[in-house]
């Protein structure tokens, strides 16, 4: 059963043509993450909700937006894609915070190319 | 900020031998936790250590926490070609601290 899920798996888009992501989750959980991914690195924490508070990272590029409209969905927008978006994104959740609690769950991911 | 650095970066081992990685955190950690991401996959959770010192084992894996809890090791005995992957070490920020930073990851291959 599918706890995680982004879609689109595969996305491809122009540079500076606006892209939605989505990811829906089925554990009813409190935290939801994005993370960006590129090759060979480990997964960079973009921003994240606890429940509708909207926590941003200090260095994530205003270029980059989240929308989380109920407790299963939430949505990263890039405004303006540039050829160093290009990247693995990757919807996680939680119970709770990391420190309080347990284990992230990771969906598939959704590779993003930018021509 | 908090940096969380693994050691070795690449790993290639004969099917059979062990295997060890090791984590360390400029910060004292909570908790650790340690994640395998396959080639072409997402991180999937293997374990989460809580308590200074403490050791954890899932088959041929083993965990450990530093007794100052910054540090910790994930040793596999007698790899298989079912262990490739990127194994990454991951801690909170701190108490109230809900990021999770991740480990620059330890890349296992294993030659047959």
């Known amino acids: 059963d599918a706890m995680v899920i982004q879609n689109p798996r595969y996305q491809v888009t122009q540079f500076g043509k606006p892209v939605t992501l989505s990811c829906s989750q089925t554990l009813n959980h409190n935290v939801m993450y994005w993370y960006q991914q590129k090759s060979s690195q480990a997964p960079k924490l973009l921003f994240h909700y606890y429940d509708k508070d909207f926590n941003n990272e200090a260095d994530t590029p205003d270029n980059f937006q989240s929308r989380r409209p109920n407790t299963s969905f939430c949505f990263l927008d890039i405004r303006s894609p540039g050829l160093g978006d290009a990247a693995m994104y990757l919807c996680?959740?939680?119970?709770?915070?990391?420190?309080?609690?347990?284990?992230?769950?990771f969906g598939p991911g959704t590779r993003l190319t930018v021509l | 900020g908090q940096q969380v650095m693994q050691i070795p970066q690449y790993q290639h081992v004969q099917e059979g031998e062990d295997f060890t990685t090791y984590c360390n955190s400029s910060?004292?950690?909570?908790?650790i936790q340690w994640y395998k991401q396959r080639p072409g996959g997402h991180p999937v959770f293997l374990i989460q250590?809580?308590?200074?010192?403490e050791v954890k084992k899932q088959k041929r894996l083993t965990f450990q926490f530093g007794e100052a809890k910054k540090n910790s090791s994930l040793h596999i005995t007698a790899t298989q070609t079912t262990d490739v992957g990127t194994y990454f070490c991951?801690?909170?920020?701190?108490?109230?601290?809900?990021?999770?930073?991740f480990g620059t990851g330890t890349r296992l291959t294993i030659i047959p």
């Open positions: 910060t004292t950690l909570s908790n």
């Open positions: 250590l809580v308590k200074s010192g």
């Open positions: 996680a959740t939680s119970r709770e915070p990391p420190a309080v609690t347990d284990t992230q769950y």
């Open positions: 991951a801690g909170p920020g701190g108490f109230g601290n809900e990021k999770l930073t």
